[in-house]
């Protein structure tokens, strides 16, 4: 008998399957809490990257907790921040300056200031250069 002609399982019945579930949905919430913890922070601090960590949260959210996914695409800052990159993949001119700014006060206090070898004091200027030009690669939002 061909399998359209059968009922649609219960997947509340199946055993693995419900279960497997209900833990990937756990899974994909913690991940995307995660995420959006290190992404709130990369606002904050130079070295993480707030644009990825974000969109990996909103996806994670997606898959595990819509609940969530709908709070953050709705949130006053980081849902249109997510929602300009997706539509636009462009950074809005004032987050660039911002965010180099920062990056290159930070990284270079620690390159002449604290007590570091020479080749890790040029590690951070090579990471500073590097997301620059990184954040100069995205088109301008105005």
């Known amino acids: ?9 219960d ?5 693995g399957f419900y279960v497997q579930s209900v ?5 994909y919430t913690l991940l995307g809490l995660i995420s959006l913890g290190l992404g709130v922070l990369g606002a904050f601090l130079p070295v993480l990257p707030t644009t990825p960590l974000l969109l990996l949260a909103a996806a994670l959210f ?21 929602s300009n990159f ?17 990056l290159w006060l ?8 604290l007590p570091v070898h020479w080749t890790l004091r040029l590690c951070f200027i090579a990471i500073a250069t ?9 088109k301008t939002l105005k």
């Open 23 to 27: 833990q990937m949905n756990i899974i």
């Open 11 to 15: 997947i509340k019945q199946m055993p």
């Open 106 to 113: 930070t990284l270079l206090y620690c390159a002449v200031f």
């Open 130 to 138: 590097g997301v620059t030009i990184h954040i100069l690669s995205y």
């Open 86 to 102: 997706v539509k636009h993949k462009a950074i809005p001119k004032r987050v660039k300056i911002i965010s180099i700014s920062t």
């Open 62 to 82: 997606l898959r595990g907790n819509r609940r969530l996914y709908d709070w953050l695409m709705n949130h006053p800052r980081l849902g249109v921040y997510i």
């Open 1 to 9: 008998m061909p399998c359209w002609d059968h009922e649609k399982p």
